[in-house]
């Protein structure tokens, strides 16, 4: 499968919106190319597309209806895993977040546009059930990277406040600790990013993070006494807590609570990688 040369010749333009068909009818056609499996029509024009056209300010007074019609598609085949449907869902939410972006630069949108989103949002990211990362073939599905780089957008929002964002570090605290494969693709790198997107906010105190990072901690040190591979148990968190800690050490633009928060994470890291640390035979 390839580009149509209608929409060849709208990429070759730089994207700009063609003059002979409605935007409704450009605006469906893309929204559906989100779900398909070639990733030159998914990747290559239909995310690309409709996030420059948000970025653009093409639905600037069309946002609200944009963004619940995208939300659908988080639950076009939700509950299903190894088939094609998880592409609709995850670029949904990519889309999605692109949204939440635009109205964070226009404030168009009502707080209960917004809230409802985040619901939304988070109900799927909770009940994703194919966590594949790269699909050969067919490209990226990562959903679990596309659903933590929306709540990143989501965090950034105006509308959301310290409740808010501490219900959205328990989702990715949820999702993290969730039974599961091990993440490898990047994806507890980017749940991390949008751990510090929320920190920058300014707005959850110390006391709320320290508890939230011990449960981490709990599952990074669980002991397991089957016969699972313990690092299918505890490998999620203890990659994330990493990925947090350098993420916050080194980011720019630190959230005031980086001083604090990274003496929690060195001594959970010490905590959940005592073996490596130990004073080394002579």
């Known amino acids: 499968m390839s580009l149509p040369p209608f929409w060849k010749q709208v ?6 919106v063609p003059d002979e068909r409605p935007l409704d009818d450009l605006t469906a056609e893309l929204t559906t190319m ?5 990733p030159e029509i998914r990747d290559g024009l239909a995310y690309p597309a409709l996030a420059t056209w948000i970025g653009r300010g093409i639905y600037d007074h069309l946002l609200r209806g944009l963004g619940d019609g ?3 598609g988080l639950t076009a085949g939700l509950g299903q895993s190894g088939d094609d449907s998880v592409f609709r869902r995850s670029y949904s939410a990519l889309v999605l977040g692109e949204c939440v972006a635009r109205d964070n630069v226009v404030h168009r949108l009502p707080d209960g546009a917004l809230l409802d989103w985040g619901d939304r949002l988070a109900t799927w990211y909770l009940r994703e059930e194919d966590l594949r ?3 050969p073939g067919q490209g990226w599905a990562h959903a679990l990277a596309h659903g933590a780089d929306a709540i990143g957008r989501l965090a950034s929002s105006r509308h959301l ?3 808010e964002l501490t219900v959205l570090l328990d989702v990715l605290a949820d999702r993290l600790l969730a039974p599961g494969p091990l993440l490898v693709s990047g994806e507890t790198d ?5 751990t510090l997107r929320v920190l920058r906010r300014d707005l959850v105190p110390l006391r709320v993070l320290e508890p939230w990072v011990a449960r981490l901690l709990h599952t990074a040190t669980a002991r397991v006494h089957t016969d699972r591979d313990p690092h299918e148990v505890t490998g999620n968190a203890e990659a994330f807590l990493r990925s947090l800690h350098l993420q916050l050490a080194l980011a720019p633009q ?3 609570v980086r001083a604090d928060l990274l003496l929690v994470l060195v ?5 959940s990688n005592h073996h490596y640390l130990s004073t080394p035979p002579e």
Do not use: H
């Open 11 to 16: 990429q070759s333009r730089g994207l700009q």
């Open 34 to 38: 989100l779900g398909s499996t070639d």
């Open 70 to 72: 995208i939300a659908a």
């Open 133 to 135: 990362g790269y699909v």
């Open 161 to 163: 406040g310290t409740p």
């Open 190 to 194: 980017r749940m991390a990013q949008a």
């Open 254 to 256: 630190p959230p005031a």
């Open 267 to 271: 001594d959970a890291l010490r905590a």
